[in-house]
């Protein structure tokens, strides 16, 4: 067993980070750093067995499956076979059963504190210039994401309630901390989709400490409460939140700051579902809340008229059109979901057990971080901004890059600033007001829903029925 704190250890982590990370051809060995993996290894246990799948080299192997268009473990393994085979180190068994079962021995906190250790090492070198004001900004959203259909994936992540069993999927619940002038993720947390307890506001309940202090927190109209101003408050974290249908405005009443605008008292609710009543009554009385109206007069928006809740009460500072374009700043954790969920391929996940498919998650909110890392570079390298750098680009552009880094060792240097230079010609396309009507043009192949389990229908045809 090898102690994860002794000097062979700390001697193996910088061995990896340059054989596994950087010589495979994967440019991360310069974004993941020392830091990041002692953090992660800190998390075990004692030690681990010397073998080949060590912590690391599982890390690495996973981190490439992930990134990669087929996410067979087959596929990941014969990496690390062609791997060794160039190293000049003796190939490693074809199977997958030891990958897998490395990957399973690993705990969760292994690859949970990797991601979000990179995300916070991101966000922490964010140029002022990126900031807002001067202030560091945070996109909370929340999504799903399906995942393979085993029985232990069922009764951790079920269905949704109306689906028949044997037809539909698991389904979780999943929500992330974005960092606006990076794009990073700070954190994840991950639910049934339905039940008592399981939302995407009481995962933030697990969050709230991600938010530095003097920050300021986007939220739609599903964060726009009492409880939550509150808790963020207690931080010294501001908010801008869509303001909910569910509470009533009169900008007749409170400290008139301009035409629609206004701050007003919100007293503290009388039911309380979150909290412990001794802590719910230590809670203020009420909170002074900023309430402003913004009409918005672009052809092709849903909304017309933009009412925004905030902790932001200085009008003069922050004007109510300030406010109103960095809430629309808040569709980029739209698109960054949209980039790990469909450019990664996060939305459907492929582990068959409950445990898997969080460590399936946490590495592709690794890989996200690290490929936004390599733009944050490309965008401080040539003087951009990191959100109007393309992620596909990048994505392609380092995939094409790869073959490269993997037979080029002795010009990596350059190669990498070549990749930094590319990485930053590719620009999110300026075309602001843009809207598009949501359907799609392609047609999908006729094929019939499976509307009964799969061994019934194939029972039913061993039969001579005809199955429509």
């Not at 900031?131 to 949704?160: C, F, H, K």
């Not at 203020?284 to 092709?300: N, T």
């Not at 990664?344 to 445990?355: A, H, I, S």
Request: net charge positive.
């Amino acid at each position: 067993m090898r102690s994860i704190t002794d000097g062979r250890c700390r001697s193996q982590i910088s061995f990896l980070r340059r054989q596994f990370l950087q010589d495979d051809g994967l440019p991360f060995g310069d974004v993941l750093s020392a830091a990041t993996l002692s953090r992660a290894l800190a998390t075990l246990e004692g030690g681990w067995v010397d073998r080949i799948y060590t912590p690391l080299t599982t890390l690495w192997v996973f981190l490439g499956q992930v990134l990669s268009a087929d996410h067979s473990c087959r596929a990941a393994v014969a990496r690390l076979i062609a791997h060794r085979t160039a190293q000049g180190q003796s190939r490693c068994s074809a199977e997958t059963g030891a990958y897998c079962q490395a990957r399973k021995r690993l705990p969760e906190a292994f690859f949970a504190e990797a991601a979000r250790e990179s995300g916070r090492s991101l966000d922490s070198r964010a140029k002022k210039e990126w900031l807002w004001m001067g202030r560091r900004v945070y996109i909370y959203d929340g999504s799903t994401v399906q995942m393979a259909d085993t029985p232990e994936n069922q009764a951790a992540y079920p269905q949704v309630s109306n689906q028949q069993p044997g037809i539909g999927f698991p389904i979780a619940r999943i929500a992330a901390v974005f960092s606006l002038s990076c794009g990073a993720i700070l954190d994840v947390g991950v639910c049934r989709y339905a039940g008592k307890g399981q939302s995407e506001l009481r995962l933030l309940l697990n969050m709230l400490d991600v938010f530095c202090s003097d920050s300021v927190v986007l939220g739609d109209r599903l964060m726009c409460s009492w409880n939550n101003f509150v808790l963020l408050q207690q931080r010294g974290v501001d908010a801008v939140f869509h303001f909910t249908v569910h509470r009533a405005t009169d900008f007749r009443l409170g400290e008139r700051l301009g035409p629609s605008d206004h701050v007003v008292a919100w007293p503290r609710p009388s039911s309380n579902r979150l909290f412990p009543w001794k802590q719910f009554m230590a809670m203020p009385d009420s909170i002074r809340v900023r309430e402003c109206r913004v009409r918005i007069a672009r052809p092709g928006f849903r909304s017309k008229v933009l009412v925004l809740a905030t902790t932001l009460l200085d009008a003069k500072r922050y004007p109510k059109e300030a406010l109103a374009e960095l809430y629309r700043a808040r569709w980029n954790a739209e698109l960054d979901l949209r980039s790990v969920k469909t450019t990664l391929q996060m939305d459907v996940l492929r582990c068959k057990t409950p445990e898997l498919v969080r460590k399936e998650i946490w590495t592709h909110v690794l890989a996200y971080n690290l490929i936004r890392t390599v733009m944050a570079q490309a965008a401080i390298r040539h003087g951009a901004q990191p959100r109007i750098i393309s992620f596909k680009g990048a994505v392609q552009t380092l995939e094409a890059f790869q073959p490269l880094f993997a037979a080029c060792r002795s010009c990596r240097r350059q190669l990498y600033d070549e990749l930094l230079a590319a990485v930053a010609a590719h620009r999110v396309g300026d075309r602001p007001d843009r809207y598009e009507p949501r359907h799609l043009k392609r047609r999908k192949k006729r094929y019939d829903l499976l509307t009964r389990p799969r061994h019934v229908l194939k029972s039913l045809m061993a039969k001579g029925v005809i199955v429509n």
